[in-house]
């Protein structure tokens, strides 16, 4: 597995500014959890989803490749760092 953690850009109340995101092998999603600028949260995996969370329909591109647009700023996590936030992923 492999974890991201990605900032968003913007300043669009009604989108995530913050975007964590479990990955496969073949780096589609298994887990994710996005971050309002207000602070609630909504999650996805494959049994259940809030808010307009859900999982990815396609492979997540490589760090490079959502670097290469600048409202994006991802970095790789830990999977320590994952389930932390995945544990308060009700917030």
């Known amino acids: 597995m492999n974890y991201i953690k990605v900032q968003w850009i913007h300043s669009n109340p009604d989108e995530p500014i913050l975007l964590y995101s479990e990955l496969d092998e073949?780096?589609?999603?298994?887990r994710k959890v996005e971050?309002?600028?207000?602070?609630?949260?909504?999650?996805?995996?494959h049994g259940e989803?809030?808010?307009?969370?859900?999982?990815?329909?396609?492979?997540v591109p490589t760090l490079a490749e959502i670097a290469a647009d600048s409202q994006f700023q991802p970095v790789a996590?830990?999977?320590?760092?994952f389930?932390?936030?995945?544990?308060?992923r009700t917030c």
């Open 26 to 30: 073949n780096r589609w999603e298994s």
């Open 35 to 45: 971050v309002y600028a207000d602070g609630h949260c909504s999650y996805a995996n």
């Open 49 to 59: 989803s809030t808010g307009s969370t859900w999982l990815g329909e396609v492979p």
């Open 77 to 81: 996590i830990t999977k320590d760092d």
């Open 83 to 88: 389930e932390e936030v995945w544990a308060q």
